[in-house]
């Protein structure tokens, strides 16, 4: 992809900015191909951990892992888009490239026409090229003092060099930053699916929305800046062209470029903060298995059987020899307390409170009682014999 060459003298300001779009574009379509190539490292790459991860998740299987419904939605809607940000140009340039190349200038123009900022028709770059030659035109005039022309070079100097830098440097990291982002897509896919790589992939989408943010924001910026230095360089040149002195201007300009320089680098800076707010996680929408595994084993279990699904035979048994060993415990606190009671009393029985709460402990939550009948059964003949 063939970018306009920058020749010096020739709208320097705009063909660079036009240079620096071309790249953003050729590095965010072409790098994309090459790394989406089925030949490439990076879709071998792919291959392995997408074969990795559907081999963990059949021996979550086998070994009777309790999932719910979610987990395996979850795990598919990881692998669909692992598969189509890593495999589908078509999709990810709908998605991705045309909504982070195009659509801050188009959200941008839409703004600045409603707020009738200058540049809003799709000309800004022309127009910040005409700012660049007036501030040209007036560094030869210069403001008048003592009748020298060039008796404030350094500070109209300098102002032009703060104007060029404030407008080319941030735009220029912004895109060319987009179009590496838009480029790496298919690696990032991959560390979607494990948990250990899934924050390498959230810093990535939320970079991906900061440049989107952030050129939005440049090209607001920018419009003020036109609305304010058009009028002013149109003023100052007439009246140098007049024979006018314009002595508190060169001071005038200079702070203008360098507060609009300040205010592009700390917007760039504020967009980053505002997409990298720790407010919000993937996580919360891909929970970890060790995070649920964390949970008490019952409260996986009414988890499992809320959802309408049975848990696997392991979970079952599992529970109920926890609940057995529960039971023994307690069954054994109260015999280290019966015997306390038979050595203060020095007989060998103990209450019979103590006694009936053993029992009633000892029948309690044991394992296939939940249908057995809590009553004994006794024939019509058995009770007649025992009234005899």
């Known amino acids: 992809m063939a970018c306009p060459v920058v020749h010096t003298g020739e709208d320097f300001l705009a063909n660079a900015l036009a240079h620096?779009?071309?790249?953003?574009?050729a590095i965010g379509s072409y790098g994309y191909g090459a790394l989406a190539s089925p030949g490439s490292p990076v879709t071998i790459a792919l291959t392995s951990l997408l074969t990795i991860f559907i081999a963990l998740f059949g021996i979550r299987l086998l070994l009777g892992y309790p999932m719910a419904t979610r987990d395996v939605?979850?795990?598919?809607?990881?692998?669909?888009?692992?598969?189509?940000?890593?495999?589908?140009?078509?999709?990810?340039?709908?998605?991705?490239?045309?909504?982070?190349?195009?659509?801050?200038?188009?959200?941008?123009?839409?703004?600045?026409?409603?707020?009738?900022?200058?540049?809003?028709?799709?000309?800004?770059?022309?127009?910040?090229?005409?700012?660049?030659?007036?501030?040209?035109?007036?560094?030869?005039?210069?403001?008048?003092?003592?009748?020298?022309?060039?008796?404030?070079?350094?500070?109209?100097?300098?102002?032009?060099?703060?104007y060029l830098v404030g407008t080319l440097g941030p735009l220029a990291l912004v895109r060319l930053t987009a179009g590496f982002l838009l480029a790496v897509a298919p690696l990032m896919a991959g560390l979607?699916?494990?948990?250990?790589?899934?924050?390498?992939?959230?810093?990535?989408?939320?970079?991906?929305?900061?440049?989107?943010?952030?050129?939005?924001?440049?090209?607001?910026?920018?419009?003020?800046?036109?609305?304010?230095?058009?009028?002013?360089?149109?003023?100052a040149l007439q009246r140098r062209a007049a024979d006018v002195q314009t002595l508190d201007a060169p001071v005038e300009i200079l702070v203008a470029a360098l507060s609009f320089a300040v205010a592009s680098l700390a917007g760039v800076f504020l967009m980053a903060r505002l997409a990298f707010h720790s407010g919000f996680h993937f996580?919360?929408?891909?929970?970890?298995?060790?995070?649920?595994?964390?949970?008490?084993?019952?409260?996986?279990?009414?988890?499992?059987?809320?959802?309408?699904?049975?848990?696997?035979?392991a979970v079952t048994v599992a529970q109920a020899v926890t609940d057995n060993l529960r039971r023994e415990e307690r069954i054994a606190n109260i015999a280290r307390t019966e015997g306390r009671w038979a050595e203060r009393s020095g007989s060998g029985t103990a209450p019979s409170t103590l006694a009936a709460q053993a029992s009633e402990v000892g029948g309690e939550n044991a394992l296939g009682n939940t249908w057995r009948r809590p009553s004994r059964r006794h024939s019509g003949a058995a009770r007649r014999r025992d009234q005899n």
């Open 20 to 25: 620096i779009d071309c790249q953003a574009q």
């Open 73 to 162: 939605v979850g795990d598919v809607l990881k692998v669909g888009i692992m598969l189509t940000l890593a495999t589908s140009w078509p999709a990810w340039r709908v998605v991705g490239y045309d909504l982070v190349i195009h659509g801050p200038g188009q959200i941008a123009q839409v703004i600045g026409a409603s707020a009738g900022l200058p540049g809003s028709a799709g000309d800004l770059a022309a127009r910040l090229q005409n700012v660049d030659k007036g501030l040209a035109a007036f560094n030869t005039y210069g403001s008048g003092r003592l009748g020298v022309a060039q008796g404030d070079w350094f500070q109209l100097g300098f102002a032009r060099s703060a």
């Open 192 to 235: 979607l699916l494990f948990g250990i790589t899934r924050g390498i992939f959230e810093g990535w989408a939320r970079a991906l929305v900061t440049t989107f943010l952030a050129s939005m924001l440049l090209s607001v910026i920018y419009g003020v800046e036109l609305a304010l230095l058009e009028p002013w360089l149109q003023d």
């Open 283 to 313: 996580t919360a929408i891909f929970p970890e298995a060790s995070e649920r595994a964390e949970a008490p084993a019952a409260q996986r279990i009414s988890m499992t059987t809320a959802s309408g699904e049975e848990p696997s035979r």
